[in-house]
């Protein structure tokens, strides 16, 4: 379990987030996720579990 648990923090400590293979720079199935549940603009979102996340980033640039 020390080894998996230390290859995964090598890979975060050392792997640009972009080079990750499950990074997404527009988090597209969370954000049409949201707005199918018609959330409103000033709503609280978490989004959980999703490391280094863009969801956050996207729903700014959306609300301008």
Do not use: F
Not at 16 to 21: K, V
Not at 34 to 55: P, Y
């Amino acid at each position: 379990m020390a080894s998996l648990k230390g290859h995964w923090n090598k890979k975060y400590t050392n792997t640009p987030i972009a080079q990750l293979g499950w990074y997404e720079s527009k988090s597209q199935p969370s954000l049409q996720l949201i707005e199918n549940c018609a959330v409103l603009k000033d709503a609280i979102v978490v989004d959980v579990g999703s490391g280094a996340s863009a969801v956050v980033s996207n729903l700014r640039e959306e609300s301008h």
